[in-house]
């Protein structure tokens, strides 16, 4: 499956963005998948991500602010951003990979599907 992030940008805290990941080639549906992000000089995090069934993961840093959501229609996965703080400065990258269940999820991380990352930048 190929992935493709977008929606990134530049917005005041407290502001939101929804970032897309367009996927071709297979069924979204049939994947785990989600959203990670890498700031400078930090690691990599896992930050919302979606079972193919639909149970969701999300960081504690993220709670409440931000949703994960796919479109079957579309085969697209978002992340809904509201309440954007400083440090959610990051590259966001979209993510997918087969078999994955609610308590496996993190391990997004070593996912097989990646699309390339997409510039979020919230100033104070």
């Known amino acids: 499956v190929q992935l493709q992030a977008s929606g990134g940008g530049l917005v005041q805290a407290g502001g939101s963005l929804r970032l897309s990941c367009a996927a071709s080639?297979?069924?979204?549906?049939?994947?785990?998948s989600g959203w990670l992000r890498q700031a400078p000089g930090k690691e990599r995090e896992l930050v919302a991500a979606?079972?193919?069934?639909?149970?969701?993961y999300y960081a504690d840093s993220v709670k409440g602010r931000f949703t994960i959501s796919r479109v079957s229609a579309k085969n697209t996965l978002y992340l809904q951003m509201t309440g954007l703080k400083p440090e959610d400065t990051a590259v966001y990258y979209c993510?997918?990979?087969?078999?994955?269940?609610?308590?496996?999820?993190?391990?997004?991380?070593?996912?097989?599907?990646w699309g390339q990352g997409t510039l979020v930048t919230v100033s104070s």
């Open positions: 080639g297979r069924t979204l549906n049939n994947y785990a």
């Open positions: 979606l079972t193919w069934s639909g149970s969701t």
């Open positions: 993510a997918a990979h087969p078999g994955l269940i609610r308590s496996s999820l993190t391990r997004l991380q070593e996912a097989d599907y």
